[in-house]
């Protein structure tokens, strides 16, 4: 293939909506990434580091896992793109069986529509007037947009708005779990979802619930325990409202640490699985349920390339990839072959490694594959990541809803 | 002012010369902000948030402060513009009298170099054979480019890399202080400098030496003492350099915790600050020579509006500004007009505000303004901010060297 084809497949491969947005950017792929499509065909470790890379093999064994693991429990899989904010993943998600995805922010949800993807739930709660009427735009355009609320005085606003815009807005409500969003369960959940159910211009579908405290707790068996107890309080509202002959067509929530426990929880349709597709050090080390030891379910796809830019100190090499390739995430990033070195990040650009039980001696110019702390907050910092088979760069993943936390 | 008036102006006033670039973007601020342009005119306090907001007046007297203060000390200033990434705010640093501006990273000099700013010192290495080439390919058009390198090898691939662009390449020698980046000074460092100035297509220019870890010291006599212990070796390393005849035209370091204390070190000839234009609440807590309790030499002109989303809880308020909008840097960021407020953005998405002694009430809705904790990774997360003045947006700032780490 020539370079010149490549680059024509990239270009039609990765086009976007260019729909214009409030927060902006409608970045065109063609603007944005031309100039790194001459990589593709390059190894891994010939590229200009820092650079994030994803191990498509790795990635597309992840996608299909949660639904082979899932499959007959009766959940579904409604994946969160606040992990990879990236339309063309998405849409692998979606054809890989999730019933629709989530998204963090009306920003990110907007740049999710625009590209493409058609059934977007929104788990975060819009405040503001600008906001709210932006939103309800959205599903004047978008059909398949679903909205959170979590307090009655905001469902009176969803409602205004929704009217104003001449349409009937599709709404689930938000139950607290760890004392952060949510409406308190029991009766203030039912109130709220009755008022929702009876607005003339909200329908209302269910209900959503994320225990974002519980999917790093260590050990399966204490996960698992602390996920169900936490979820009692919402199970209950969840019953009070089908008691009340409420649609509860959604009960949604749960994560990547939670995924196989969340099947226990009765009524339960959706988990909003996100690190699952790259993994992340954060996760491996809560263990498992077949490995106490690591939480090897999903394979760990997603990794920054780092150069050794100095050696001249005793038992450290200082590489080219600090904090603003990395972020301050603990535990530190993790390097593929070197289990023992700990890879400090500390620093905003540069990264200190300290050397312990070296399987080889490394030399300026010379790259470490690290694998990324904490991977939503490390994506959010590239512009792109490189898509990555048998070590070498297949095509370029642009990270449209980078830095869309509005 | 019609608002198709403010969107001609605002296009021809951040125009970029589009020029292409290896790691891309060659963003346009055409495409990138155009969405945004409605935005000016409104109060800061009506902005969709996370929003990055720069107080113009505040940023604009921090400008001249530096300059003010180092007035007849003969040490003159060179911004880093890691702190900033942004062309527009390099062009005021220019014209406020910088002799020149400091980037870290090799595309990082790139987007100042193609958006107009001449001299370019990149305080970091080039250490892979990709990397030097096109950091040749970039002298060879910007005259003004000067390199770093802090070790006998890459120096040889330096001069490899400028014959074989058929260049002489401007170079100044690294040293080491906090064993991070740097070559040990004494004899290695003069080596290095004599190898560099007898390359024939090398330009020996002087050296570089930053002090990263004192600068955040508490107290400015400890601040300042250890500053100078620090940099004995440094002017060690340049008055062998001195006494060897070679060219010590630049002797460059320093930072915002540093810049009133490096006028006594023998030779040093300009500041590397950064900070010093937006401040952040790291640097407000270190102290100044004139303020033991706050280092106020400079006004904090960085702030994120973010807006609470959730008041449920007792004794807290959630809103939609975490990790992604703050980082996970400490101190944490600081709520104007709540000073004993904490605000933890320790979750990816969300904020999570702590009540001290509050001055008011807050409803769902509201918005805090927070001076953010460390200024240059938070700038990262962003493709703008916003120029306020008199609380209105003046105008957007495009962060084109957002990412731009390699």
Redesign the interface.
């Known amino acids: 293939m020539s370079d010149s084809l490549n680059r024509r497949k990239f270009l039609q491969a990765t086009a976007v909506a260019g729909a214009?947005?409030?927060?902006?950017?409608?970045?065109?792929a063609e603007?944005?990434?031309?100039?790194?499509v001459s990589d593709i065909g390059k190894s891994k470790w010939?590229l200009?580091?820092?650079?994030l890379c994803v191990d498509l093999d790795k990635m597309e064994k992840n996608l299909k896992a949660v639904h082979t693991a899932l499959k007959g429990t009766g959940v579904g899989v409604r994946p969160h793109v606040?992990t990879h904010k990236c339309p063309a993943i998405a849409k692998m998600q979606i054809a890989a069986g999730a019933v629709g995805v989530c998204a963090?922010?009306?920003?990110e949800s907007e740049v999710m529509l625009v590209n493409g993807i058609q059934n977007v739930l929104m788990t975060?709660?819009n405040?503001?007037a600008?906001?709210i009427k932006h939103a309800m735009e959205l599903r004047k355009k978008y059909k398949g947009f679903i909205q959170a609320v979590?307090?009655m005085?905001?469902a009176r606003d969803l409602q205004d708005a929704a009217k104003a815009a001449g349409i009937v807005a599709d709404v689930v409500v938000d139950l607290?779990v760890i004392?952060?969003?949510?409406?308190?369960n029991g009766q203030p959940a039912l109130e709220l979802a009755q008022f929702v159910d009876k607005a003339p211009n909200l329908k209302f579908h269910g209900v959503l619930a994320y225990d974002?405290a519980v999917q790093h707790v260590e050990g399966f068996k204490a996960r698992r325990e602390q996920a169900l107890k936490t979820f009692e309080p919402v199970v209950n509202s969840y019953e009070l409202m089908k008691k009340a002959g409420l649609n509860t067509e959604i009960f949604s929530g749960g994560g990547t640490g939670t995924y196989d426990i969340m099947t226990e929880v009765p009524g339960f349709t959706d988990v909003q699985v996100g690190s699952y597709l790259f993994m992340d050090h954060q996760y491996m080390v809560i263990g498992g349920k077949n490995n106490e030891k690591e939480f090897d379910d999903f394979a760990p796809s997603l990794t920054v390339m780092a150069?050794?830019?100095?050696n001249?100190?005793e038992g450290?090499y200082?590489t080219?990839?600090g904090?603003?390739?990395l972020?301050?995430?603990v535990p530190h990033g993790k390097i593929i072959g070197e289990p023992d070195f700990d890879y400090n990040a500390g620093?905003?650009?540069?990264g200190?490694v300290k050397i312990i039980n070296p399987n080889k001696k490394y030399n300026?110019?010379d790259k470490f594959e690290v694998i990324v702390p904490h991977c939503?907050?490390v994506v959010?910092?590239?512009?792109f990541m490189y898509g990555i088979r048998n070590g070498k760069v297949e095509k370029i993943l642009p990270i449209l809803a980078?830095?869309k936390?509005?």
């Open positions: 214009a947005s409030l927060w902006s950017p409608s970045l065109s603007t944005l990434y031309e100039a790194n010939d200009d580091s820092p650079a606040k963090a922010k009306l920003s975060g709660v405040v503001t600008s906001k979590d307090n005085q905001n607290d004392k952060r969003s949510g409406v308190r974002g150069t050794i830019i100095n001249s100190n450290k200082v080219d990839s904090a603003k390739a972020t301050l995430n620093s905003d650009e540069y200190s300026v110019g939503d907050p959010n910092l590239y512009d980078r830095g936390s509005q």
